[in-house]
Structures are given as C-alpha cells and as structure tokens.
C-alpha cells in the first residue's frame, strides 16, 4: 500500500521558516516525482514544488521561487519543503503527492497519489 505521511506544519510569524517533510512508504522512491501542493480556503489547489529525487532536478512555482526549496534524502525517502520569508498568503493545506510516471510537473491531476495534509498557518 503506497502512503505518503506529511508533517511538519504549524503557526509562524511572517518572516518565520517552517520545513515540511514528505515521507513515501509503499514505493519505489527513485524513478517518482514527488509534489508539494497547498489549498488555502476557498482558492484552488495550487502546486508548489516538485522534485525528482533520481537526479534532483526541481520545478518551482513563481509564487514561491526564491523562499522555498525542495530536497530529498533517498535513503529515508523523505521529501523536505523548506519554506522562508513565510508570508500570510502563504497559509493554507500542504499536500505531498507522488507522480507515478516521474514526470517533473505541478499538475495536481497528474499525481496518483496523495498524503493526508499539514496546516501551515502564517499570521501577520
């Protein structure tokens, strides 16, 4: 059974950093893109970053470009979201997800499959 545990939300200042971790059970790892999404309420899902944790190679959205990146460590097959200069907007569900076909992409339907969620809340 694949899962994908994420943890590591909470509250912060503006300003303040928060890292996110992603860890993959159930898979192969390598050959897989792993996403980080967020929902923040009434908006759509909005992808984040995604990484291929085979070569390392990223896809970031202008959103956050420059304030948050996306590591992996292989033999834990965790994901981190490391995320700086947090900004109220920023405040929403972070969603770790797994895209089978290892395409690096932020496309939210091209994930097969999804973790339970962390709350990152960034008060002004």
């Known amino acids: 059974e694949v899962q994908l545990q994420a943890s590591g939300g909470g509250l912060v200042q503006a300003g303040g950093s928060l890292r996110l971790s992603c860890t993959v059970s159930g898979f192969t790892f390598d050959e897989r893109a792993i996403g980080w999404f967020r929902q923040a309420p009434g908006k759509e899902r909005e992808g984040v970053l995604a990484?291929?944790?085979?070569?390392?190679?990223?896809f970031v959205a202008d959103s956050v470009k420059g304030r948050f990146t996306i590591s992996s460590d292989n033999a834990k097959k965790t994901v981190y979201l490391q995320m700086n200069n947090l900004k109220p907007e920023d405040t929403g569900v972070y969603y770790c997800?797994?895209?089978?076909?290892?395409?690096?992409?932020?496309?939210?339907?091209?994930?097969?499959?999804w973790g339970q969620g962390t709350q990152v809340t960034v008060s002004s």
């Open positions: 990484i291929s944790p085979s070569d390392g190679s990223t």
């Open positions: 997800a797994l895209d089978d076909s290892g395409w690096l992409n932020l496309d939210d339907f091209e994930y097969d499959y």
